[in-house]
């Protein structure tokens, strides 16, 4: 059985589960609530669209090579802070919606994958800005 593997980026979009970082945020600060800083706010993520995700899926699908594993990525690696930095501005909130909390025990520092090797064998290119 031919089978080819994907590891997608954090992945955001509609319909997202509530508890996740952007939706949570996002529901937050438009409910006047605090959103929670972890840590000193420096640990990166590369953030993947659920559209651009979706079709890197599918370009896997149709044009990969049985049992090679393919990296699909949002080509946004933001630390935690720049990304609360972004969230705020673009709802309209300020700093004074964010709560430091203490950084949760064996968080990865950074989750980011090279998608090098999705672009040359499938032409894969992430297309929505984050």
């Not at 949570?24 to 669209?49: A, C, H, K, Q």
């Not at 972004?86 to 990865?108: F, K, N």
Request: hydrophobic share 35%.
């Amino acid at each position: 059985m031919p089978v080819c593997v994907t590891r997608g980026s954090n992945t955001y979009g509609p319909y997202q589960y509530p508890e996740k970082l952007v939706p949570r945020f996002v529901s937050r600060i438009l409910e006047g609530e605090t959103i929670p800083l972890y840590g000193d706010g420096s640990n990166r993520r590369d953030w993947l669209d659920v559209d651009d995700h979706c079709r890197g899926i599918a370009l896997v699908a149709e044009h990969g090579r049985s049992g090679e594993v393919y990296h699909i990525g949002g080509g946004t690696e933001l630390s935690n802070r720049n990304l609360t930095v972004l969230l705020l501005a673009r709802l309209g909130a300020d700093w004074s919606s964010v709560e430091h909390v203490p950084d949760r025990p064996g968080q990865d520092f950074r989750y980011a994958l090279g998608i090098g090797k999705a672009v040359a064998e499938l032409g894969y290119r992430p297309r929505v800005p984050f």
